[in-house]
């Protein structure tokens, strides 16, 4: 049965730095690609950042380039999100996401819009960056 499970959310100040992690479990980590993404209130949720299955290209949307880092454990069989130079607008409740197939090439593409159509979500974590 294939599970994920969000941890680590919390508040920061503007500037400061939180790491999330995605426990998983069912599944492999290396034969898919993975996703992180947030929902702000009153806003859709949208995808942010991915990692693709075998080798570990990522991609990451304009947003957050440069300020977050996704990574994947496969001994630990966690999907990680390292955010620094947070920001006020990073506010949301994050989610991490299993694409549906097996090298799916979806992550290298860019393609967040395939990716979403996954079952395969956590119930994610809030992160909150103050004023």
């Known amino acids: 049965q294939v599970q994920l499970v969000e941890s680590g959310g919390g508040s920061a100040r503007p500037g400061g730095s939180l790491t999330i992690s995605c426990a998983t479990s069912?599944?492999?980590?290396?034969?898919?690609?993975l996703a992180w993404f947030r929902q702000a209130p009153g806003k859709e949720r949208e995808g942010i950042a991915c990692i693709t299955s075998g080798i570990d290209r990522t991609h990451y949307v304009d947003a957050i380039k440069g300020r977050f880092t996704i990574s994947r454990d496969t001994y630990k069989n966690e999907l990680i999100l390292q955010m620094d130079d947070l920001k006020p607008e990073d506010t949301a409740v994050y989610y991490c996401?299993?694409?549906?197939?097996?090298?799916?090439?979806?992550?290298?593409?860019?393609?967040?819009?395939?990716?979403?159509?996954?079952?395969?979500w956590g119930r994610g974590t809030q992160v909150t960056v103050f004023q």
């Open positions: 996401l299993r694409d549906r197939g097996m090298y799916s090439r979806n992550c290298e593409a860019g393609s967040y819009d395939q990716m979403r159509r996954s079952n395969y």
């Open positions: 069912g599944f492999f980590l290396g034969d898919y690609d």
